[in-house]
C-alpha cells in the first residue's frame, strides 16, 4: 500500500471514528445523564493523558524543549482552553439541544467563517467560488433550521444558538494553533492542549460534582466517545495528513458530517427528513467548494514555483 492510499484510508477512518464519537455523546448525555461539562472534560484529559505520552515517544527531543518553554507551554494552554474546550464544550451542548448529526453539519459551516474572516482582515472580497460556498452554506442552516418555513424552526432555538456557536469555536481551533503546529507539529500540540485545558477545566468547572446513570450501554458509549471518537480518531486522522497534506485532509473530513447523521439514524433512531438531507448536502457542498479552492491554490503554487 503506497502513503498515498495509506494516508487517505487513515483520514477517512479518522474522520468516521469523530462522527461515532458524536453519536456516543448524544448517548450519554441523553440516556446517561452525563453532563457535557463533565464529558468534556473526561474527554480532553483522558485522550491528552494518551496524545501526550505518544508525543513524547515519537518526538522526544522536540517535547522536552517545548515543555521547557513557558511561553510556548503558554500558547497552547491558550489554544487548549479557547480552541480545544470550547469547540467541544459547544459541540456536545449543542448535540444535546438537537442531535449528534444536525450539530456535526451545524459546526461544519466553520470554513465559510474562516473564508469572511480571513476577507475581512486582508480587505479583500470573496472568489466567485467562495461567494457560491457561502451561499450554500447559508442556504442549507436555513432549511435545516426552518425546513423551508421561515417562521417555523424545526429545531430548538438552543440547538440551533449552540450549532452556529460550535461553528464559530470550530473556527478558533482552526485557526489559533497555526504557528504552534508549524513549530513542533499536530501531535505534540494537540496532546499537550487536550491535557492541560482538560486538566483547567476540570477543576474550574469543579466536574467532580456531577453524577452518572449508569445504564447497559454506558461504559460502550464512554468508549466510543473517547477511546475510539477521540485518541483512535486524532491518532489516525494526524497520521493520515501527515501522509497526504491538509487540503486532501480537510475534504476527507467531511465523512465525519456523513457519519454521525448515519451512526445517529443506525444506533439512537434519529429520524431525519428528506428536507434535513437537502440541508446537509447543502453544505457538505460548500465545504467541497472551499477545500477544491484550497487545492486549486496548492497546485498553482507549486506550478509557479
Request: hydrophobic share 50%; glycine share 10%.
Amino acid at each position: 500500500m503506497n502513503k498515498m492510499v495509506k494516508g487517505r484510508i487513515y483520514t477517512l477512518i479518522g474522520a468516521i471514528g469523530w462522527g461515532l464519537s458524536g453519536a456516543c455523546g448524544q448517548y450519554l448525555m441523553n440516556d446517561s445523564a452525563v453532563s457535557p461539562i463533565y464529558l468534556t472534560a473526561l474527554r480532553m484529559i483522558i485522550a491528552g493523558v494518551f496524545l501526550t505520552i505518544l508525543a513524547f515517544f515519537k518526538q522526544p527531543e522536540q517535547f522536552k524543549t517545548l515543555i521547557s518553554t513557558p511561553k510556548e507551554m503558554f500558547q497552547i494552554l491558550y489554544f487548549g482552553i479557547f480552541g480545544l474546550m470550547l469547540c467541544q464544550l459547544t459541540y456536545l451542548i449543542a448535540i444535546h439541544d438537537s442531535n449528534a448529526g444536525t450539530a456535526t453539519v451545524l459546526q461544519y459551516t466553520c470554513p465559510i467563517l474562516i473564508v469572511i474572516y480571513v476577507s475581512l482582515k486582508e480587505k479583500t472580497a470573496p472568489t466567485v467560488m467562495e461567494f457560491a460556498a457561502i451561499f450554500f452554506a447559508l442556504v442549507g442552516t436555513f432549511v435545516i433550521a426552518t425546513h423551508g418555513n421561515p417562521f417555523n424552526l424545526s429545531l430548538t432555538p438552543a440547538g440551533l444558538f449552540w450549532g452556529i456557536i460550535s461553528a464559530f469555536t470550530y473556527a478558533l481551533y482552526t485557526l489559533l494553533p497555526g504557528k504552534l503546529i508549524y513549530r513542533w507539529g499536530s501531535l505534540i500540540v494537540t496532546g499537550l492542549g487536550l491535557l492541560s485545558g482538560g486538566i483547567l477545566f476540570y477543576i474550574g468547572s469543579a466536574s467532580w460534582q456531577y453524577t452518572i446513570q449508569w445504564k447497559p450501554y454506558t461504559f460502550i458509549a464512554f468508549i466510543g466517545i473517547i477511546g475510539i471518537g477521540t485518541i483512535f480518531a486524532y491518532t489516525l486522522y494526524l497520521e493520515g495528513v501527515s501522509l497526504i497534506g491538509p487540503v486532501q485532509g480537510s475534504l476527507l473530513a467531511s465523512a465525519e458530517p456523513i457519519s454521525s447523521v448515519f451512526f445517529s439514524i443506525i444506533l439512537l433512531g434519529e429520524v431525519f427528513q428528506g428536507i434535513d438531507i437537502v440541508g446537509i448536502v447543502l453544505i457538505l457542498i460548500a465545504v467541497y467548494l472551499i477545500t477544491m479552492k484550497e487545492q486549486l491554490q496548492e497546485k498553482h503554487m507549486r506550478i509557479k514555483h
